[in-house]
T-cell receptor, first 114, second 112 residues
């Protein structure tokens, strides 16, 4: 049973399209995250939700909109995709907020915008 | 703003030796420091967490030290094996709603 699963694994789409990435965790964790890993492998936080409430919203373009229907799910919708959005997007979860808990990451969604 | 540097982008170590990776940070006093392993095409995997009031933490062949005066963490893998080859990321943050910020990673290769 995968602890943090995200779909799809690969996403190739044209500029200007709208796409969504889904994430689910079965660990019973209260907090979920979206991280972006760029071509230089730098991992940067985008959003954090705790029990469906938005906790962290980094300086991300408002074309990116996270949604958490319940504490086990965190989806990411991206409007008007741009070339610069190409990256690997990781979903993660932890027991609670803050850095005092290890994070469990999904296997990533490689987004390629052409 | 806070800055995290993992000194070596890549490190090659002979099998059986101890691999030591460095994580330095500035402009910040984290309450927690974590280490992760990332294999190509996979998500990071949590290895160890150390608190600001702890000097050292061990788990099997892994050892982490945390020096809040030097603002540095060292990550050691003893009796290294080719299967330890991966990118290792340090990450730090505080409690409450603080985010976990990652370093740029060190790509470790254990040579048989």
């Amino acid at each position: 049973d995968t602890a943090v699963s995200q779909t799809p694994k690969y996403l190739v789409t044209q500029m200007g399209n709208d796409k969504s990435i889904k994430c689910e965790q079965n660990l019973g964790h209260d907090t979920m995250y979206w991280y972006k890993q760029d071509s230089k492998k730098f991992l940067k936080i985008m959003f954090s939700y705790n029990n469906k409430e938005l906790i962290i919203n980094e300086t991300v373009p408002n074309r990116f909109s996270p949604k958490s229907p319940d504490k086990a799910h965190l989806n990411l919708h991206i409007n008007s995709l741009e070339l610069g959005d190409s990256a690997v997007y990781f979903c993660a979860s932890s027991q609670d907020t803050g850095a005092g808990y290890g994070y469990t990451f999904g296997s990533g969604t490689r987004l390629t915008v052409v | 703003s806070q800055k995290i540097e993992q000194n070596s982008e890549a490190l090659n170590i002979q099998e059986g030796k101890t691999a030591t990776l460095t994580c330095n940070y500035t402009n910040y006093s984290p309450a927690y420091l974590q280490w992760y392993r990332q294999d190509p095409g996979r998500g990071p995997v949590f290895l160890l967490l150390i608190r600001e009031n702890e000097k050292e933490k061990r788990k099997e062949r892994l050892k982490v030290t945390f020096d809040t005066t030097l603002k540095q963490s060292l990550f050691h893998i003893t009796a290294s094996q080719p299967a330890d080859s991966a990118t290792y990321l340090c990450a730090l943050g505080g409690g409450g709603n603080e985010k976990l910020t990652f370093g740029t990673g060190t790509r470790l290769t254990i040579i048989p």
